[in-house]
């Protein structure tokens, strides 16, 4: 069960961008788009029907959710995520260090 969703804040623990924080923007399967990190320069031809010039362009790339963690606001550190149902019975996430609900 994926338990990163879209606007997470969250930090990279893995890779070239360790330590950065940000919002997910997309989420495909067991991957993740994360504004702003994971960028890389991709070549991009000129098509004049569509009005898009040529060059060189930055890209943001996807991560694997493996290689992310929630960030917590609280302790300023990764954290886990787990799933509870609470009292009205809505089903909640989490964190798993301090017990509060994942915004």
Request: proline share 3%.
């Amino acid at each position: 069960m994926i338990k990163i969703k879209l606007n997470d804040e969250v930090i990279v623990i893995a890779g070239k961008d360790k330590g950065s924080v940000g919002t997910v923007t997309k989420v495909f399967g067991s991957k993740v788009i994360i504004e702003g990190i994971n960028l890389a320069k991709k070549c991009v031809r000129p098509n004049p029907n569509e009005g898009v010039q040529g060059g060189i362009e930055e890209k943001e790339m996807p991560l694997d959710v493996s290689n992310v963690a929630i960030y917590n606001h609280k302790t300023e550190k990764a954290d886990r995520v787990g799933m509870r149902v609470s009292k009205e019975g809505v089903k909640e996430r989490f964190f798993k260090s301090n017990g509060e609900a994942v915004l």
